[in-house]
């Protein structure tokens, strides 16, 4: 008898994988607004934490109740390894606002595409094609010209573009552990523990930093908001199209973050965009399609 098709082909699993990145882009795009609203009496590091924990706890908490497998032992080093970068990825974003400018760090930590490459090229076998790697260079411009690069280096904000370097890399890191545990763990579960355990590693700096008063009903409102809307559901969706298509086409479409938050600052806090920064979606859309379009 003759086998019969698999269902579910490559290109299917492609274009739903398009479909979940581009759902987890807009959830991600409202993370720039509420964390301006918590920031009004909130520091950085508590609203990470917070974000994380909730989020951890949530998603978590369904996968356990749905009758996933909870995780083992032996999967547990690596739980904190990837809940580690991921508290590294927003801790060291976060810490680089205090050193450099929005501009710098936000190019920086989005030339997390090439890092991305070259880890899935180094550890997965992902190789890309030249078209593709012109791609990757291409939306990483894009990006700069987004958040209106203007170096300008001196010690301090040496200190804080590295920060947003480092957070770049392990945004790579992050997103390469996405798709390698794809076989290993169920996406509800394994989201939810890296989120938790990122939480967890960074609640000491956010109990060093603790606000007394800062914890009003905006603020609270406005962590629960970034811990369900662009981590529960944004990163989630993230993480479930890292198992569908390759880590550095999710990572480099996770870019357009920067445009959704453009859009939303518009409409919820007046903020017009420039003609530089139209200028550059524009390249960076280019650079996606690039990296995109593998035939």
Do not use: C
Not at 185 to 210: D, E, K, Q, R
Request: a positive charge; zero cysteines; proline letters at 4%.
């Amino acid at each position: 008898m003759r086998p019969q098709p698999e269902v579910q082909t490559s290109d299917v699993v492609s274009r739903s994988g398009l479909l979940l990145v581009g759902i987890a882009v807009f959830f991600f795009s409202t993370s720039p607004v509420l964390v301006r609203w918590a920031a009004e009496s909130l520091t950085a590091y508590e609203i990470a934490a917070g974000r994380l924990l909730l989020a951890g706890l949530l998603v978590l908490g369904v996968g356990v109740g749905r009758g996933d497998a909870r995780p083992t032992l032996s999967q547990l080093p690596m739980l904190l390894i990837v809940g580690l970068v991921a508290a590294v990825h927003f801790g060291a974003y976060i810490a680089s606002l205090n050193f450099t400018t929005i501009a710098h760090s936000l190019a920086l930590v989005y030339t997390a595409p090439v890092f991305s490459a070259l880890l899935s090229w180094w550890i997965l076998g992902e190789k890309l094609r030249p078209r593709q790697w012109l791609g990757v260079v291409i939306a990483v411009l894009g990006v700069a010209i987004m958040a209106g690069f203007e170096p300008q280096f001196d010690s301090r904000m040496l200190i804080g573009d590295a920060l947003a370097l480092l957070s770049a890399v392990t945004f790579a890191i992050y997103s390469i552990a996405g798709r390698g545990q794809r076989h290993q763990m169920s996406l509800l579960v394994y989201a939810g523990a890296v989120y938790l355990v990122g939480g967890v590693w960074l609640t000491p700096l956010a109990a060093l930093n603790f606000s007394a008063g800062g914890y009003t009903l905006l603020a609270i409102v406005s962590i629960v908001a970034l811990a369900v809307i662009p981590l529960g559901l944004g990163h989630t969706l993230y993480n479930a199209a890292l198992r569908r298509m390759r880590a550095t086409s999710v990572n480099l479409i996770a870019t357009q973050e920067v445009t959704g938050g453009i859009i939303l600052g518009i409409l919820l806090l007046g903020e017009v965009p420039s003609l530089i920064t139209l200028g550059g979606i524009a390249v960076t859309l280019v650079g996606i399609i690039l990296v995109l379009v593998e035939r």
